[in-house]
């Protein structure tokens, strides 16, 4: 069915209370406007919906404008003649804007029952608390509308961060599948914090490197390192630690290392073998340095499919808090990707964090980045 031939098939949309919705006249950008002055009363006060103008008028936009017609609240006229919900989607989809992506959220807010009003540049909405208005109460969050199709961008994430944080609101992102199915979430910047005070070792210990990984035999360090300061996995009576445990260990004089021969190895000839096996090692060190100075005890994520899962005390007598994956700056991925690791990570319930390091002089920074129904 063609756009026009919806619009002639539509019947006259009725009130609850059985008489004609306000009537509304179509403008170029697909919003509308209100002549008459009590019927913008009556569609304003109830939602918070348009601007109103001086002489009582009131001033919709495109979202607002399809919203109210496909509910039936408004009949939306151009040139004399009433026009389809269906044709104005059609309307909009032919001006090459992703506007089903912007109305299936402003829609999907709307029926959960919140004043959704425009938002400042670049948000499209500003969502308001439940039950608020606009003269009394400043908006909860700022709402950016995608795509599933749309690729997630740590670039526009951090700049969309940046625009909330200098006006002290929260980022509110709403993701459309291709069944038109919302998900929501929440994205704020954070510094995760343990309660871990490390402890001095006597001696250093010795690690033996065997090829991707390194082992501590029986000896003081053994204890002190693996129980105490949650380095490493207990095999036997040994402690076999990963390459990054080594290298930060080995920069900090708390461990010496050998080779399979007994012969002493370098620091730097460790940390050359040990970036020819993981070359993603300089990407994730500055990330484990950072949440041990903060009090935490990292541990591989490998099992949850993210870098490091991070302990606020003793691993051996508590769960992991969080879920860190370590990216690059500008770092792209499609959203299923960060849905997966988001529902994993709430799942298990632990906080799921992007992490980047902007430059050396900078510490890292985390993004907690959680599902939520707004």
């Keep these: 069915m063609s756009a026009q031939e919806a619009a002639a098939s539509e019947e006259t949309p009725r009130t609850d209370a059985g008489t004609p919705p306000p009537r509304a006249s179509l403008r170029e950008d697909l919003g509308s406007e209100i002549p008459d002055a009590t019927a913008a009363s009556q569609i304003y006060n109830r939602g918070y919906y348009g601007e109103p ?16 017609l496909e509910m039936g609240r408004l009949l939306v006229e151009e040139g004399g003649s009433p026009l389809s ?6 309307r909009a989809h032919q001006r090459g804007e992703a506007f089903e992506i912007l109305y299936l959220v402003y829609r999907d807010l709307r029926q959960r029952g ?6 400042p540049p670049p948000f499209p909405f500003a969502l308001l608390p439940r039950g608020g208005s606009p003269q009394k109460n400043p908006p909860r969050f700022w709402v950016e509308a995608f795509s599933e199709r749309t690729p997630f961008s740590l670039t526009s994430l ?3 961060l940046a625009a909330c944080r200098g006006a002290r609101r929260s980022l509110l ?5 291709e069944e038109s199915d919302l998900t929501f979430y929440r994205v704020r910047e954070v510094r995760p914090q343990g309660l871990h ?18 082992s501590i035999f029986p000896e003081p360090a053994v204890g002190l390192l693996g129980t105490g300061e949650g380095y490493g996995s207990p095999v036997g009576e ?4 990963s390459l990054l445990e080594a290298w930060e260990l080995s920069e900090g004089s708390r461990l010496v290392l050998k080779r399979p021969s007994g012969d002493d190895l370098s620091k730097e000839a460790f940390q050359a073998a040990a970036l020819a096996i993981e070359p993603d090692l300089p990407l994730r060190l500055p990330v484990y340095r950072d949440l041990r100075r903060a009090g935490l005890l990292p541990k591989t994520g490998f099992k949850y499919g ?3 899962r991070a302990y606020e005390k003793d691993p051996a007598s508590s769960h992991a808090r969080y879920l860190v994956h370590v990216v690059p700056p500008g770092w792209k991925a499609s959203w299923p990707e960060l849905a997966r690791a988001i529902r994993l990570a709430q799942g298990v319930r632990k906080q799921f964090l992007l992490s980047t390091v902007h430059d050396e002089a900078s510490p890292p920074v985390y993004y907690h980045l959680e599902r939520t129904r707004p």
């Design 53 to 68: 103008q001086p002489g009582g008028g009131l001033r919709l936009d495109p979202r607002e404008t399809a919203y109210l």
């Design 85 to 90: 919900f269906a044709a104005l989607l059609a």
């Design 114 to 119: 919140y004043v959704v009003r425009p938002g």
């Design 158 to 160: 951090e700049t969309l």
């Design 173 to 177: 992102l709403g993701v459309v599948d």
């Design 197 to 214: 005070a490390p402890r001095e070792l006597p001696t250093p210990g010795t690690g033996w490197f065997f090829g991707d990984r390194v």
């Design 238 to 241: 040994r402690l076999e630690l």
């Design 306 to 308: 993210a870098h490091f």
